[in-house]
């Protein structure tokens, strides 16, 4: 049997600047008439694989007489198995696979358009990923019930799905494929997000595409120095690392996630841990693909024709190699669109003629009708009379006319080879930079006097507006997915990347995929230098605008974001900073030695044409945040630690001249910031302020004019205020709220909120009230509480008593000078009551200069009271009380 890397040569030879097309597929070899041109239709029927072995008894296959059979594999990853199903549900999909990880199941599937795109210089695949709420037993809390909006999360796992599979896809294929993934049942503790790499890869490698290798996907944790394959939830919690990576059997394609400033000697063994587990998970997907995979369709790989890459090396070469010496963005890519203009019109318009086959002269269709149009003259005695000769003249081999599309696809990749071969042979990049050289860097804080925290950050090209807002819980960013459910985010980065940026048109509205990926990359960059809650209560959100694009502007966001951090006052830890690497492959193609060649902060044309773009942010010692995306099927892990290494000695040049930034940040809060104080509270005083349906916490803030009050339910109050008044109205009225009342404490200036035959009411903090009994309200005898006092009135009390159920018993009696003199001379403690007869009282409020007056005043008042003590009603009531 023919293998079908010989299949593909015999179905498309290879042109000699197509080295693309000779790539080496890990699929088991399909019968001869398999490769052979077919309809849709018959492709997409399910025919028995001919000549293929028989599969490891690993697959198990499920007869069923409903339907095709069922087929399944399980696959060790890390301490557990995950199941891989297909064949039984989304048959009519060109591939799909149900994927189990405990009791978490994920259902991803594949499709083609029936007819190819128009040719593109991308690959047409779309990623849809979603985590359907049912999946974990709930509902959306909105007014709409349905799934709607991709979330955030959502579609950074799209854009992991995404990254790996492109550079397995083949150069030529333009039919438009779409993979949906839903997430269908989660247990809480198995991660979808890692499964959804893994699925994704299953289902392309099953197709029809003509990938070139087969992808799988895993999480990397670190946790007491030990590295977890595919960690649950709980483990996650206790990692030091958050690393997902894909990649095939024998290189990797992609890594993403952050750590707490982990070395890069570190990294690089969670890297090699992934790398094994990933391997044996490929070699588990081939056993799969030989039982039940589709044939690929090779015959649709459609590539341009292989002497059209010579006829615009002939025809561009030269003007092409100055147009890359170019240093400035805008004059480069204007003199290389008029190029590449006219490099269309002559091979795609005029008609282009090499008179050498290698020469480059071109000359135009009017330029060779004209020299066929004239007159043959013949020199006398030449010719016999009468004999007919006709002069030899050359024949001239027709225009070659082509497609614009291909033309435009050339031009693309001859250029990126110029631009390669240039830095290989010639050292220098377009802006005349060594491989490791940093561009020109400058920044300022402080730019915006209204917002909290600013700055500018500018190196090269590249230049983001980094703004912070600080701010109460209010302001904190809200999180409902499976995994984190109805969780908030106290520190958000939000990226925007407009078309003016590169001096273009283009639409403004919500955020792309891309915008939302780098946000959150440079989010998780700075936030392992920030403050913990307890000692910064505020909720930050950072803004990067990029004013400027060429290359990196995602780690021009982390530069720029944590100036303007210092600039607002947030206590950082220490200052990070983050840059951008790009890589030659293969160097001996253009002139090198074969070894790769690393680039330090790669502009926009490099990351174009390089083969790796590898962001990492951090300090000097260690790493917090990381991407990698390859765009050749994958490199190795010493190629990987050669670019980190490279990368730390960027990172310490670029802090070194952040730390010259003019005007430096303030690192000290703005006059425009709110003010947050944090008060701690018995847990069982939170309801004593919201109060029945929030309407204590209502009142206090409108009675203060304070921003927001939240509360927790471990008894944390924090207060948000535009002025420190307010905040301080609000902190008294919360401390009276939930004070313990203590016996023997004094209360001042307190308000009767109402009277009882037995007594008054007596409120000594806001919503606190305890009973003054009648016989403590004055030192004399009083047959009603109304008799001496009103709703409203003032008096000062003492705490003389809390019974059982918490309720206070006050004494108004125990603070007038008579009762000191009396219990200075008695050992009866205060909040013991005392006899009837013994007691005196004073009068109203406004009466109560008659006291100072005459003593002859004072005993006609005593006298009185004494008679009206006498009568037996008033006896009975004063005991009944």
Known sequence: MLAFPAVL?????????????AFALPHPAPPLHASLPCSRRARRAPSPRHGVARASAAVAEEASSSGPAKFSVRIPVGDREILVETGHIGRQASASVMVTDGETILYCSVCLADTPNDPADFFPLSVHYQERLSAAGRTSGGFFKREGKTKDHEVLVCRLIDRPLRPTMPKGFYYETQILSWVFSYDGIHSPDCLAITAAGIAVALSEIPNKQTIAGVRIGLINDQFVVNPTTEQMDKSELDLMMAGTDSAILMIEGYCDFLTEEKLLEAVEAGQVAIREICKAIDVLIQRCGKKKMVDAISLPPPELYRHVEDISGDELVKALQIKGKIPRRKALSALEDKVISILSEQGYVSKDGSSGVTESLADIVEDEDEDEIIVDGEVDEGDVHIKPVSRKPPPQLFAEVDVKLVFKEVSSKYLRRRIVEGGKRSDGRSPWELRPISSQCGLLPRAHGSALFTRGETQSLAVVTLGGYQMAQRIDNLVDTEDSKSFYLQYSFPPSCVGEVGRIGAPSRREIGHGMLAERALEPILPPEKDFPYTIRVESTITESNGSSSMASVCGGCLALQDAGVPIKFPVAGIAMGLVLDTQEFGGDGSPLILSDI????????????????????????????????????????????????RQHILNEMSKSSPPPSKALSPYAPLIHVMKVKPNKVNLIIGSGGKTIKSIIEETGVDAIDTGDDGTVKITARDLSSLEKSKTIIANLTMVPKVGEIYRNCEIKSIAPYGAFVEIAPGREGLCHISELSSGWLAKAEDAFEVGDRIDVKLIEINDKGQLRLSSRALLPDADSESNSSPTKEKTPQKDDAIKMTSRRPRRKRQSESSGAENATTKTLEKSAAAPAGSKGSEAA
């Open 9 to 21: 040569h015999l179905l498309l030879p290879a042109p000699p600047h197509h080295h693309h097309v």
């Open 603 to 650: 502009t926009g044309a490099e990351d174009a044409s390089g083969d790796m773009d590898l962001k990492i942010a951090g300090n000097e010692s260690g790493i917090s945040a990381f991407q990698m995306d390859i765009k050749v099927v994958g490199i190795t892990l010493p190629v990987m630690e050669q670019a980190l290494l490279q990368a730390r000695d960027g």
